[in-house]
T-cell receptor, first 114, second 109 residues
Framework: NAGVTQTPKFRVLKTGQSMTLLCAQDMNHEYMYWYRQDPGMGLRLIHYSVGEGTTAKGEVPDGYNVSRLKKQNFLLGLESAAPSQTSVYFC?????????????FGQGTRLTVV | DAKTTQPPSMDCAEGRAANLPCNHSTISGNEYVYWYRQIHSQGPQYIIHGLKNNETNEMASLIITEDRKSSTLILPHATLRDTAVYYCIVRVPNNDMRFGAGTRLTVKP
């Protein structure tokens, strides 16, 4: 049971380049989330999804797009990377059932935009 | 979702109980209280959650006041490996999950 897997673990981008971060979960979870964490700060929610084919904006959605074409995958896209998007990105997934509710997190993707 | 207030940092002696407070004075009736922790730069880890009653699991205990305006996470016998940032979150079902700044707990030998 792999849990939540993020790909890649590290990436360096030049300003203006695009990339996609992949989050995959094998727990049949309905909910998935993307967060960013800047140095010394807490996690901030970028986008989330409550099911296949649905997405919603979080606290800091600007500059990012997401897609949830398959239940097990949640993709985070940066169309034109900026230095302000240098951060550690975490993905998470959870059940919507509140008796079993705990979110599982991936190990993060460290992104540097130069 | 209700906002939470936590002290930015706390120290605890190894082997002693660590009591981490959280204020959530605007919590509504259907909001749960969750605790997560983040060790170094790893992904956050679930600890415990509750609605009204006190809860206990193999990691910790959660004490929620009767008016539900505050709660305390208790690590009964803190170890050096419990050094982490602890996040208190309140949320409603079928909603997103937002983190605050958390409490940085340092367990000292």
């Amino acid at each position: 049971n792999a849990g939540v897997t993020q790909t890649p673990k590290f990436r360096v981008l030049k300003t203006g380049q695009s990339m996609t971060l992949l989050c995959a979960q094998d727990m049949n979870h309905e909910y998935m989330y993307w967060y960013r964490q800047d140095p010394g700060m807490g996690l901030r929610l970028i986008h989330y999804s409550v099911g296949e084919g649905t997405t919603a904006k979080g606290e800091v959605p600007d500059g990012y797009n997401v897609s949830r074409l398959k239940k097990q995958n949640f993709l985070l896209g940066l169309e034109s990377a900026a230095p302000s998007q240098t951060s550690v990105y975490f993905c998470a997934s959870s059940y919507p059932n509140w008796d079993r509710e705990e979110a599982f997190f991936g190990q993060g993707t460290r992104l540097t935009v130069v | 979702d209700a906002k939470t207030t936590q002290p930015p940092s706390m120290d605890c002696a190894e082997g002693r109980a660590a009591n981490l407070p959280c204020n959530h004075s605007t919590i509504s009736g259907n909001e749960y209280v969750y605790w997560y922790r983040q060790i170094h730069s790893q992904g956050p880890q679930y600890i415990i959650h509750g609605l009204k009653n006190n809860e206990t699991n193999e990691m910790a205990s959660l004490i929620i006041t009767e008016d539900r305006k505050s709660s305390t996470l208790i690590l009964p016998h803190a170890t050096l490996r419990d050094t982490a940032v602890y996040y208190c979150i309140v949320r409603v079902p079928n909603n997103d999950m937002r983190f605050g700044a958390g409490t940085r707990l340092t367990v000292k030998p």
